[in-house]
């Protein structure tokens, strides 16, 4: 069976310069991509697409790394960037932390990661210091999606998470809420990344521009899960008078919330008012009033910059190094924001009083 390298023999070429020839890219002279293309068809080579990324010293492979991978956000983005990988001709390699502080540091600090992938994807991954070297010293190009660390030189896709729960509790001051309380994440996981910190300042600018004071007694931490969210609505009831309206930081916590307002015997919303943040696919189900993000939307354009430089339109790699960055190599890259809406279903409605 012919290979590549009987072309690059017959053409008097190297196999990285067959490869390129044969993938019509900008960085062969034209007399030798004839000489290449004569060659190949008078040993009637077909191209294989892995050896040809492997000849231009590429992998085809992406690396995605994921705090959760259980969590509803990461699942959605991780199936959108997959999706769009194979339809590019790449494939997924995927790195669940599963909360651990030390699996991040074991994968962000592996020396050969440059030599399993061509580029790396950070989705809400929060990083040290150490971690930042280590990522500058793989010379890899990278985006990041969601909340998390900006990387320096690397694009950002995200929502405004603040202007997200901004959004959410307006909406019950809306209805005439006044005593809202705030479900959110733990600072204490170990991966902890910012969506928590950015939802809660989001909530209490919304409770100042309206006038009202945040109390430290509604506002309740605990883990992006349903069970989460019923321990944190538990706690805040043990704390004294209900609340009228919850504003969760996401839908898991919303839904963990509900469950936890009916065993008490509340009624949601009759009692007691809850939205969350997401748009989940069970939201709609349980008629849960949230701030829609494009979860999915957020994982295919991520993919899409991330493989536009790969893709060998004039942005070729040398020695396994980009020629060129999306953006100066000592600053963050410039975020790209989603926008979100609000969608309301039957778990809010305007309190007794009103």
Same mark, same amino acid.
């Given at each position: 069976?012919?290979?590549?390298?009987?072309?690059?023999?017959?053409?008097?070429?190297?196999?990285?310069?067959?490869?390129?020839?044969?993938?019509?890219?900008?960085?062969?002279?034209?007399?030798?991509?004839?000489?290449?293309?004569?060659?190949?068809?008078?040993?009637?080579?077909?191209?294989?697409?892995?050896?040809?990324?492997?000849?231009?010293?590429?992998?085809?492979?992406?690396?995605?790394?994921?705090?959760?991978?259980?969590?509803?956000?990461?699942?959605?983005?991780?199936?959108?960037?997959?999706?769009?990988?194979?339809?590019?001709?790449?494939?997924?390699?995927?790195?669940?932390?599963?909360?651990?502080?030390?699996?991040?540091?074991?994968?962000?600090?592996?020396?050969?990661?440059?030599?399993?992938?061509?580029?790396?994807?950070?989705?809400?991954?929060?990083?040290?210091?150490?971690?930042?070297?280590?990522?500058?010293?793989?010379?890899?190009?990278?985006?990041?999606?969601?909340?998390?660390?900006? @990387?320096? %030189?690397?694009?950002? !896709?995200?929502?405004?998470?603040?202007?997200?729960? &901004?959004? +959410?509790? =307006?909406? $019950? *001051? /809306?209805?005439?809420?006044?005593?809202?309380?705030?479900?959110?994440?733990?600072?204490?996981?170990?991966?902890?990344?910012?969506?928590?910190?950015?939802?809660?300042?989001?909530?209490?600018?919304?409770?100042?521009?309206?006038?009202?004071?945040?109390?430290?007694?509604?506002?309740?931490?605990?883990?992006?899960?349903?069970?989460?969210?019923?321990?944190?609505?538990?706690?805040?009831?043990?704390?004294?008078?209900?609340?009228?309206?919850?504003?969760?930081?996401?839908?898991?916590?919303?839904?963990?919330?509900?469950?936890?307002?009916?065993?008490?015997?509340?009624?949601?919303?009759?009692?007691?008012?809850?939205?969350?943040?997401?748009?989940?696919?069970?939201?709609? @189900?349980? %008629?849960?009033?949230? !701030?829609?993000?494009?979860?999915?939307?957020?994982? &295919?354009? +991520?993919? =899409?910059? $991330? *493989? /536009?430089?790969?893709?060998?339109?004039?942005?070729?790699?040398?020695?396994?190094?980009?020629?060129?960055?999306?953006?100066?190599?000592?600053?963050?890259?410039?975020?790209?924001?989603?926008?979100?809406?609000?969608?309301?279903?039957?778990?809010?409605?305007?309190?007794?009083?009103?």
């Amino acid at each position: 069976m012919t290979t590549i390298d009987d072309v690059a023999r017959l053409a008097g070429v190297s196999t990285a310069t067959v490869s390129r020839a044969l993938r019509d890219l900008p960085t062969v002279s034209p007399a030798t991509r004839r000489r290449v293309l004569a060659a190949a068809e008078q040993l009637q080579y077909a191209v294989s697409p892995s050896a040809s990324r492997l000849a231009g010293g590429r992998t085809g492979t992406v690396a995605v790394v994921v705090p959760r991978i259980t969590r509803w956000f990461f699942a959605t983005v991780v199936e959108a960037v997959e999706d769009f990988l194979h339809q590019s001709g790449y494939d997924l390699l995927l790195y669940n932390l599963g909360g651990r502080e030390q699996m991040r540091q074991r994968v962000l600090r592996t020396a050969n990661l440059h030599k399993r992938v061509d580029a790396i994807m950070l989705v809400a991954t929060p990083l040290g210091a150490t971690d930042l070297t280590a990522l500058t010293a793989l010379d890899l190009p990278g985006i990041t999606i969601s909340s998390g660390t900006p @990387v320096p %030189g690397w694009p950002r !896709v995200r929502i405004d998470d603040v202007a997200a729960a &901004r959004t +959410a509790t =307006r909406h $019950l *001051l /809306d209805l005439g809420h006044r005593r809202i309380a705030h479900i959110s994440g733990d600072p204490d996981d170990e991966l902890a990344y910012t969506t928590h910190v950015d939802r809660r300042r989001g909530y209490q600018e919304a409770l100042r521009e309206a006038g009202l004071r945040p109390d430290p007694s509604l506002d309740v931490e605990s883990q992006f899960t349903i069970d989460g969210g019923t321990r944190a609505t538990a706690e805040l009831l043990a704390r004294g008078e209900p609340p009228t309206a919850i504003v969760a930081a996401c839908d898991e916590m919303a839904m963990g919330a509900m469950a936890a307002l009916r065993d008490a015997g509340l009624r949601v919303p009759q009692d007691v008012s809850v939205v969350g943040i997401d748009d989940h696919d069970l939201a709609g @189900v349980l %008629g849960l009033s949230t !701030v829609a993000q494009p979860a999915a939307e957020q994982g &295919r354009l +991520a993919a =899409r910059i $991330l *493989l /536009d430089p790969l893709g060998g339109q004039g942005l070729d790699r040398v020695g396994g190094r980009p020629v060129d960055h999306p953006c100066p190599p000592d600053t963050p890259g410039p975020p790209v924001i989603l926008p979100t809406r609000l969608v309301v279903r039957e778990s809010t409605a305007p309190p007794r009083a009103h």
